[in-house]
């Protein structure tokens, strides 16, 4: 079923690609995407699929089979001479006879088989190519995760965003409004032309804040599509439907361990390389043979004489009585290596511990700042709107209306961030929870 809304969604981005507009409703369809699209991604594929065909050749390596075909063709275009007693063809004793020996034309076919029945250094090395293999996996999970979690950043930025210039056009919505009542107020005599100037100063810096919140969120939309590998001619669109907070007691447990099994499988591999340098020591025993045919004619090459077939088999052991240095020395370092991955393991272990726990403190960190943001927003509106009503009774100064309107505005803008930063603490923990 998960399978299947997969693709499902992934179709829904492509057919959204075509139309040269994407949509994301949230940060997992982005997530999606990615895994579609990102060279990230697509690079990590091929070189699992590389990985698998190390370990392949590895176990092929076990065996050893070779077979090598020769063939010649050899002219004698001039044959030695001998010379042999007379006698021998019934001539005078003490006289020698000149002889030609051998065939003009002689073929040769040639073909040496053979296996390694025992090879236990090769057969180590399969369970070294199969951690290498786990090792690449595990590298390639924790490039994921980090990718995840830079795309997480630049998609609730990006909500941030949004969210912050709704809040932005409210404010510069009411800004312009105190500024036509203070401009009335200034014409009937009863409000200052400096008031009029911080009103309409006002009105311009949050117009300003605006421009910069716009420009911010096309910043974040270019960092989605650097992460995802979409096309920057591509519309980007971010249709949120909401981020549900969950309560203090009810966050997750984060129970991330990918760095630990990245260095429990380092230490793996260096343990297998270890055990295959060692087993390398040992006797190969090979089973070897030989098939041959041999044609010898003074006609022509391939006439109709007869091939002479020979052929053997036998077993070959091969013992390194003088041990290769080079292999001391890699025994050496393979022991120090092990001893490495064994103190990265460690480490890795208690920073993953530590990761998790942080994940945990930095949701509740945001959550409550989150909470006492919107409670501070409401007071600032609150305040406002009071204040408002005070001023145009003519008992507040426009100064300090402005700044109760700035502090509602800041507070709304504080709103959207934490909402933001809370929303990336809790995907966080779902990030470190499913990356694995």
């Known amino acids: 079923m998960r399978q299947l809304i997969v693709v499902i969604l992934v179709g ?90 051998g065939q003009q034309y002689v073929s040769n076919l040639n073909i040496t088989p053979q296996i390694d029945l025992l090879n236990l250094g090769a057969a180590a090395k399969v369970k070294t ?10 590298s390639h999970l924790i490039s994921r995760k980090s990718l995840y979690e830079n795309l997480a950043a630049a998609f609730l930025n990006a909500v941030s965003c949004e969210s912050q210039i709704t809040v932005t056009k409210n404010s510069l919505l009411n800004a312009d409004t105190l500024t036509e009542i203070m401009k009335n107020k200034l014409n009937e005599g009863v409000a200052r032309s400096q008031d009029v100037n911080n009103a309409i100063a006002n009105s311009l ?8 919140l716009q420009v911010q969120l096309l910043e974040q939309y270019n960092t989605i599509k650097m992460l995802c590998d979409i096309d920057s001619d591509i519309t980007l669109e971010i249709q949120d439907t909401g981020l549900v907070l969950v309560k203090t007691g009810d966050i997750p447990e984060a129970d991330g361990n990918l760095l630990q099994n990245q260095q429990q499988w380092q230490k793996n591999y260096q343990q297998a390389d270890l055990r295959a340098v060692l087993k390398s020591f040992l006797p190969t025993v090979t089973l ?30 091969t013992l390194p009585l003088v041990p290769d240095a080079s292999k001391l ?29 942080q994940l945990r403190l930095e949701y509740q960190k945001s959550l ?50 934490q909402f933001a930063a809370c929303a990336y603490a809790y995907t966080n923990i779902h990030i470190s929870n499913t990356v694995k």
């Open 329 to 357: 020395t890699a025994v050496k370092n393979a022991r120090i290596n092990i001893i490495i991955a064994g103190n990265n393991l460690e480490h890795a272990r208690i920073q993953d511990q530590v990761n998790n726990s």
């Open 368 to 417: 409550d700042s989150y909470r006492l943001a919107v409670q501070i927003e409401a007071l600032k509106k609150d305040s406002y709107l009071k204040n408002l009503n005070i001023y145009k009774e003519g008992i507040l100064s426009a100064t300090d209306l402005l700044n109760s309107l700035n502090d509602w505005f800041t507070a709304g803008i504080n709103t959207a961030t």
């Open 12 to 101: 829904f981005c492509l057919s959204a690609t075509a139309q040269g507009k994407i949509s994301f409703r949230s940060v997992d369809e982005a997530f999606i995407y990615a895994d579609a699209h990102s060279s990230v991604f697509k690079n990590a594929t091929q070189e699992n699929i590389l990985s698998k065909y190390q370990t392949l050749a590895a176990k092929l390596a076990t065996w050893n089979l070779k077979s090598d075909a020769n063939f010649s063709a050899t002219d004698n275009t001039k044959l030695g001479t001998t010379f042999i007693p007379a006698e021998i063809f019934g001539g005078p004793a003490g006289t020698f006879q000149k002889v030609t020996f």
């Open 205 to 212: 810096s949050v117009t300003d804040k605006l421009q910069q």
């Open 288 to 317: 070897f043979s030989s098939f041959a045919l041999q044609q010898n004619t003074t006609k022509r090459f391939f006439d109709n004489s007869q091939w002479f077939a020979s052929n053997y088999i036998g077993l070959r052991v």
């Open 129 to 138: 190519a199969r951690a290498n293999e786990q090792l690449i996996h595990f």
